[in-house]
């Protein structure tokens, strides 16, 4: 009679070549697409309404921010519905506290400024998204329709 100890043995050998058989055909397969797991090229942005973008580590708006944001007021400020704030700040996945905290305070100055051009602040809906998690700039605020 076998003890669970010598079965407990036999059933670590058995399954150390699946594992890297399998640790060996996820490393071939990335191989043979040219790219690796932390180089995956990043999604296009999402559809926005607006783009606002930042300078650096700045939450200031520029000049052409604030003519943008002037047109898009004007004529949505007549519309019914919400709008959704995503602001990024960083670079792709970096969720660190900083980065999410630059973001915020770019999502609110420009809530600030919508609502100082006529949009009801309880229509804006703000997201600190933090770094990028597409290609798009990554110093930016998109204005979209919320789920759009």
């Known amino acids: 009679m076998t003890s669970s100890r010598e079965n407990t043995a036999r059933a670590a050998s058995g399954a150390a070549p699946f ?12 191989c043979s697409t040219g790219a690796t797991a932390a180089e995956a ?8 309404l607006l783009t606002i973008i930042f300078e650096g580590a700045g939450t200031t708006l520029g000049q052409t921010a604030r003519e943008q944001l002037d047109s898009f007021s004007a004529e949505y400020a007549r519309k019914g519905g919400r709008l959704e704030l995503r602001a990024y700040a960083g670079p792709p996945h970096d969720k660190s506290s900083n980065s999410r905290r630059l973001s915020l305070r770019r999502a609110l100055t420009v809530r600030h400024e919508l609502v100082e051009r006529g949009i009801v602040a309880e229509r ?11 290609s798009g700039p990554q ?6 329709l919320p789920g759009g």
């Open 41 to 48: 090229p990043l999604p296009p942005p999402r559809q926005a």
């Open 139 to 144: 110093d930016r605020v998109d204005i979209s």
């Open 19 to 30: 594992t890297a058989f399998a640790s060996l055909l996820v490393a071939l397969l990335l």
């Open 124 to 134: 804006i809906h703000v997201r600190a998204m933090g770094g990028v998690s597409d």
